[in-house]
Nanobody, 116 residues
Framework: VQLQASGGGLVQAGGSLRLSCAAS?????MAWFRQPPGRERDFVAV????????YYADAVKGRFTISRDSDNNTLYLEMTGLKPEDTAVYYC?????????????WGKGTQVTVSS
């Protein structure tokens, strides 16, 4: 499975963006992570299945919404109330079962920059 993230850009504080992550095949759990400049990659949100079992990092809870479209194998991250500290490269990751083993597949990131 290959993942392609898109939707990043430059936005002013308080603005909104919607990230998309298109998967080339069937996936299991899907999640978003982000890596701010000069820092480690951090968890943002995860969805197991379609519409249920979501979990968010405290820093984004109430502002970000993760969703998933089963028809086109796409994961979304709706980001509202953006803050400068949300500036990061955002990555999607998905689990794939192959040969009886579970793998984590990472997509290339998409840059989100929030200006103050």
């Amino acid at each position: 499975v290959q993942l392609q993230a898109s939707g990043g850009g430059l936005v002013q504080a308080g603005g909104s963006l919607r990230l998309s992550c298109a998967a080339s095949g069937r996936t299991g759990v899907m999640a978003w992570f982000r890596q701010p400049p000069g820092r480690e990659r951090d968890f943002v949100a995860v969805m197991a299945g379609y519409g249920s079992n979501t979990y968010y990092a405290d820093a984004v809870k109430g502002r970000f919404t993760i969703s998933r479209d089963s028809d086109n194998n796409t994961l979304y991250l709706e980001m509202t109330g953006l803050k400068p500290e949300d500036t990061a490269v955002y990555y999607c990751v998905a689990t794939e079962i192959d040969g009886g083993r579970t793998y984590a597949r990472w997509g290339k990131g998409t840059q989100v920059t929030v200006s103050s």
